[in-house]
């Protein structure tokens, strides 16, 4: 199993920045029968380590298993993870905070929930018309987590 490069380096510099580290996921595949909740959970542990193998630190985990058709409040682009984030961690500012995701369910829940956005991925303007199109517009674009890493601790200082 690999990361995405630069992975574990952007989340140890985002940490040591200051920055609290929390995932927020859809993972519908067991509810779908395509694999086990068991299963998804094991992965899940190996990517989290493998992710702060470099020293950063992710405070927590918050994972919607439904489907899209079963209308949870959990699953993004509801705010369902986000709400139970901001209730585990009291410390945490909305108006501090980003939401951090290569989708548009990722660019929508923060949104709704009132962070700031980035969204990872190479800025196209057929992606960027998508986004505008859903009424997501991300208030950065990345490359990838490096590249926002970057961006974000040099405006930062």
Known sequence: MDLL???????SRLTSAGYGLVVVSNQPAS??????RENLENVHAKVLE??????????????????AEDQCACRKPRPGLLEDVFRRHTAF??????MVGDGIADIQ???????KTAMLAKHKTETA????????VPTLW???????????????N
């Open 5 to 11: 490069p630069d992975v574990p380096e952007a989340l």
């Open 93 to 98: 500012s909305r108006e501090a905070s980003w």
């Open 129 to 136: 018309d998508l986004l505008k199109g859903k009424n997501a």
């Open 31 to 36: 509810a779908k029968g395509k694999t086990t």
């Open 50 to 67: 493998l992710a702060q193998s470099a020293g950063g630190l992710i405070l927590s985990s918050h994972i919607c298993y439904h489907r």
């Open 142 to 156: 990345a490359e990838d987590l490096m590249d926002f890493c970057t961006q974000i601790l040099t405006k930062k």
């Open 109 to 115: 829940a923060g949104q709704s929930f009132g962070l």
